[in-house]
């Protein structure tokens, strides 16, 4: 068991999601940092899509009731174990009684707790994420609170994590290569143009070259972006239809809205662009009030960034598994 | 499939023999019959942790040395430090990360282990270095 000590609102329960029922109106949910839940499952042992804690307003805290192996990843900033400062992206074993504790993070968003064995909630529909809107998954569906119990499950891992902890070059470092650095403060963020693309004028210009920012009206389930209003050559009728995360759609007022992890299942206004799927991490962990710039991709870049990310995930499992047989057989 | 019969004590002390001679210190072979794991005695075990090995001091005062547990490189520093605090020698506590060994995309931290004066860095940055290899001299204060 582990308990939650201290919380702040809409922190939840996720894992990599619940795809597959969007034709019924379930939203996909599922970590905004899903690369982060994959590398903090696997410092612990587990299975890369183990339910984790997203954690996305700080403080938070909780202790655990039994000598546990644990890590958390995603945001920045050092996490303590009672008064002990830690490294993020780092698992350890805390021992029964031990408090965690996470503090506002310096520059990004959400933080992940992994925990070895994974958190035992049920599975509806083949995950434990929390559906907030459907009040379903999860932690009884709906966010954490003080003094909230969640049951841990049997970690499977044999080989122990090394006393000192055992730690990863995190994502942002590792694949600097195909994720590139803030431009003037602005995140830059990959999209492939949209089904309604054409109707934006000088080919979406308006869109593709302006600086935007995350407005406050900002959450799981999409990003409102604020900045220059952008108006399509002709206002067109449009039947509702299927959208995910990643959606980048246009409405009325000009201010365009990207989708994220529970993302609405369908929707009737023009979608300009869409983010391309291994840039979703990066855009989840971006503050309300961060910058950001769409950068036009390609289907080939998007698979190559996809297909770097996934070899960085197998070295750190491979890896990491290495390192700990080695340093048992060793011991 | 290879042939080879790793339950036989001939085979072992054959591998054994090798490792010693080698200066490897542990070998694990994994089949689905079984596992074989030889770990070779070195009397001079390097652990993460400072062991207390005095190793045929000049000095007096017995200096701990902070240990590769295993092969990698070697990155000296610690994340959760200003670069500023880099300078030898200064004082560290037990806890304190001195740097990293790095194998692939893993990290292991080092920790000083006890508290005292670091004095000596042993290795180069991003040197490969081999398991039981001294990276760190502390002199402990009582």
Redesign the interface.
Same mark, same amino acid.
């Given at each position: 068991m582990i308990e939650i000590v201290e919380t702040g609102p809409f922190n939840t329960v996720q894992d990599l999601g619940r795809p597959g029922y969007r034709d019924i109106g379930v939203s996909a949910s599922g970590a905004m940092d899903p690369l982060a839940v994959r590398i903090g499952n696997i410092l612990v042992g587990n299975e890369e899509g183990a339910a984790a804690i997203e954690v996305q307003t700080f403080p938070f805290s909780l202790r655990f009731d039994r000598r546990t192996v644990f890590a958390v990843t995603g945001a920045d900033g050092d996490p303590l174990l009672d008064a002990l400062e830690l490294l993020s992206w780092c698992a350890y074993t805390a021992e029964a009684g031990q408090v965690l504790a996470l503090k506002h993070p310096p520059t990004l968003a959400r933080a992940y707790v992994s925990i070895g064995g994974g958190l035992d909630v049920p599975s509806v529909m083949g995950s434990r994420s929390t559906s907030l809107r459907g009040s379903f998954g999860g932690n009884a569906g709906r966010p954490l609170e003080k003094g909230d119990r969640i049951a841990v499950g049997n970690s499977t891992d044999l080989a122990p994590v090394p006393a000192n902890g055992l730690a990863v070059i995190e994502p942002a470092v590792a694949l600097r290569e195909v994720f590139p650095d803030l431009v003037d403060g602005a995140l830059p963020v990959r999209a492939l143009p949209g089904g309604e693309h054409a109707l934006f004028p000088d080919d979406g210009d308006a869109f593709w070259s302006q600086t935007w920012k995350i407005s406050s009206r900002s959450d799981r389930t999409g990003y409102r972006l604020s900045g220059e209003p952008i108006k399509p050559t002709a206002s067109i009728e449009m039947r509702s239809h299927g959208i995910m995360p990643g959606v980048i759609q246009v409405p009325p007022g000009g201010e365009p809205i990207v989708q994220m992890s529970d993302a609405n299942t369908a929707g009737g206004y023009p979608k300009i662009a869409g983010v391309i799927e291994c840039d979703l991490w990066r855009l989840g962990q971006a503050r309300i009030g961060s910058r950001l710039r769409f950068v036009r991709s390609t289907h080939a870049e998007a698979r190559a960034v996809e297909q770097a990310v996934a070899r960085y995930v197998k070295d750190v499992r491979t890896t990491s598994e290495m390192v700990k047989r080695a340093l048992r057989a060793m011991a | 499939m290879s042939g080879i019969d790793f339950s036989d004590p001939a085979t072992i002390a054959f591998l054994t023999d090798a490792l010693t001679a080698a200066g490897v210190?542990?070998?694990?072979i994994s089949r689905p019959g079984g596992q074989l794991?030889i =770990?070779i005695a070195t009397g001079n075990e390097a652990?993460?942790?400072v062991s207390a090995t005095s190793q045929p001091a000049p000095a007096a005062q017995p200096l701990m040395t902070v240990k590769a547990?295993?092969a990698g490189h070697f990155c000296p520093g610690s994340?959760?430090r200003s670069p500023a605090a880099g300078r030898l020698p200064r004082t560290v506590s037990a806890?304190d990360?001195l740097g990293?060994l790095?194998?692939?995309? =893993?990290?292991?931290?080092?920790?000083a282990g006890r508290a005292g004066i670091l004095t000596k860095q042993l290795a180069e940055p991003d040197a490969l270095v081999g398991?039981g290899d001294p990276l760190f001299e502390i002199e402990p204060q009582s």
């Open positions: - | 210190s542990g070998l694990e794991r =770990v652990r993460i942790d547990p295993m994340p959760l806890a990360i990293f790095r194998v692939g995309p =893993v990290l292991l931290p080092l920790c398991f």
